[in-house]
């Protein structure tokens, strides 16, 4: 009898709390869908408009001003060009952060829309396009809206929100700093002190409507890395005088692919290890003094990612040494990002808002990525939660539907509304949660 009493009260409770969720859910969903013609227009606008990593100036003071307009105290200015917007609610509650990246890739854009890009510009030396060839004009727009729905919600809520439109997620000229990493060191997270936070990147080989995640690992965690190998210069007819750097390179490079097949729990994580580019010579009769290769490293959780430049250091130095030549290893050379990772609690916390939010069928689990998200400077510090949104046409086929960083690029803009809907349903529901 007692039993079931409790069962019944919490039943109801629960059912009560569901009724009151989808109260907000469908005020949050009309609102989101009263908003798509606007979504669209920011969006074009930003992609007409592209703006290479921290020179989002145009981007950023739209994106200021917007904020302004709702009321929004905003900060300008971080890390370069970065935008934060603090939105207090009229009720305690924890802080939350939400993030859009702002920058274009230097690509020329080859798609037929209206609103394709024709902006061109000098990076690295070089003239070169710019296009939103990553989406990024789409997280922009998206994140715009939930500011404007979350706005209007600002008596009902329960802390803080906190937007992040962060410059140069692609990366920055060589020599300059920028992206997650400077937002961070600017103090992003802190005044007031961010508990959690949300971030989407929206994906052109992912259907419309559909939402795709991982806790644990979800993007790998990247060092690129630096060989040098030296020897002894040589006549190319006379080789047993020289320290040949090009025969030891070569070994180092087959050697090195022993580390995933022979040292990483490929059960567990896969790992990447890739030598992208490898210099040395200029004559067919000439051995070189020495050979200069780049290459990135891949992986998952932090102790693959020491692993992983362990080894190559041991099999590059001691590869080397067994020849008579030396190898000087510098990893990172020149870029580390951290793993992009879902706190696994806090994952299955929200996933039910992800599945309420567009229909459980709709939320899949996906395979680990191996590119590179800046986000996860965020998470090294805070919880986190990094998912995908649906870009791809209904109907489409992913593995030939035009990939991001390509002139083809292409993103169907009805998917934007979920993407505001699972953000502001992940705001409110991490502070509903908080309030229990
Ligand atoms: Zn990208
Ligand atoms: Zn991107």
Known sequence: MKKSCILFFSLFSLTALAQKNDVVTTQVSSKADALQSQIIAWRRDFHEHPELGNHEVRTSAIIAKHLQSL???????????????ILKGDKPGPVVALRADMDGLPVIERTPVPFASKVKTIYNGQEVGVMHACGHDSHMAILMAVAQILSTMKSELHGTVKFIFQPAEEGVEPGQKGGAEEMVKEG??????????????????TEVGKITYRPGGTMAGVNDMQIIVKGRSAHGAYPWSSVDPIVVSAEIINNL??????????????????????????????????????????????????????????????TAEAQGATAEVKIPYSNHYPVTFNDPELTQKMLPSLQHTAGAQNVLLRPPVTGAEDFSFYQEKVPGLFFFLGGMPKGGNPLTAPSHHTPDFYIDESGFTLGVKALCNLTL??????QQ
């Open 71 to 85: 009321g929004i105290q905003v900060q300008t200015g971080i890390a370069t060009t970065g935008v934060v917007g």
């Open 188 to 205: 992003v997270l802190q005044n007031p002190k961010v508990d959690v936070i949300f971030g989407l990147h929206i994906n052109s080989q």
């Open 257 to 318: 692919q022993t580390i995933v097949s022979r040292n990483i729990n490929v059960t567990e994580n896969p790992a990447v290890v890739t030598i992208g580019a490898i210099k040395g010579g200029n004559r067919s009769n000439i051995i070189p003094e020495s050979v200069e290769m780049l290459g990135t490293l891949r992986s998952f959780t932090a102790a693959d990612e020491k692993l992983l430049a362990e080894r190559v250091k041991q099999i590059a130095t001691k």
């Open 429 to 434: 529901d991490y502070m509903a949660s908080a």
